[in-house]
């Protein structure tokens, strides 16, 4: 009987041992602790990594769309420990969500709206790092006969084709960079965007660049848009549309995206540190060949291409092209970011003579 209270009492003692550890003081959760550590385990060892910081950005929805926003948060988190979110919308949108303290940093491709976004305070040390070509697409049969013309005299085409009752046309009419280009298409065109909206043959979406190219391809529709390469060239292989390239020659086309820091001065608690490190990631050398090769595996062709090699070894013509629709003056320059939008940095802008470029 004494043996057996022996081994009982070890017992006893281990059994209350584990009822303090599992009723007695938790663990610190303080909001330090939460905030900064995660616990993950690795085997039998415990390891306290630090939790990824957050950055938020608004964003063009054809960098969405294409699936490179998310690789490159992946990218960016495996790399930096920072993770990075996205607000898609359109550039008109994407902006004023800026404005109103959403995001650290903005991904846009309409230069004259990113200008004004500077001008009125809100932006600083603009990055550009992709470029590729808008397209005008439509069904196989091409009732407009626009295959292989250049783009005033395609639009020309179409418009006359729509007034017949043998062509629609489908405008994002969303304030975005694809809009803000078509427009600039139209007037070179000869026409009045917002007199060719109160025409049946045009139809109004509202929406990004992926629902558009599905609702042009509807087989009620089966019209005509003007479209990104990069969004195009996904949904077109995801078997999402049928639409044919139609029209993809022309200065006029070129697509030219950058990066805009949300400028700490005009609005608090943004992470203009983290933001600053994503654009020079993004036009690093690691960050260009990672654009460069997106969607080739995927797609056969990269659906963006970096410009930064393009612009330091100026590679005519097309350096031009980004520079002319890309850039902004300054004086007698062209640069990505003109001198009063640069703050804080000791970063490297390119700049050209205008000569250079206009001749």
Known sequence: MKKLVIYLIPLLLVGMMAGCVDSGTPADTTESSIVNTDTNTDGNNNIKTEKPNV?????????????????????????????????????????????????????????????????????VNRKVFAYNFFIIVGPDNDPASIKGLEPQKALQKIVEAGRAGNAVWVTRDDNSGTNKKEINLWAAAGYDYEELKKEGWMRSTGQGMGDTLKYTTSENVRGYTLSDTGTYLKYQKEGLINLEKLVDKGEELTNVYAIILINPKQIDGKDFKESSKLAEWLVSDEGQDFIGNYGKEEFGVSLFSPAVPVLTNKEAPIYQWIVKYGFMKDGSKYTECPTKFRYDTNWNFFEFDSTEITG
């Open 55 to 123: 950055l938020t950005l608004s964003i063009t929805t054809s960098v969405y769309a294409t699936g490179l926003a998310e690789a490159i948060s992946e990218k960016f988190k495996e790399k930096y420990n920072t993770e990075v979110r996205f607000i898609p919308k359109g550039t008109g949108g994407a902006i004023l969500d800026a404005k109103s303290g959403a995001s650290d940093a903005i991904i846009v491709h309409a230069v004259g709206s990113e200008e004004k976004f500077m001008n009125e305070g809100y932006g």
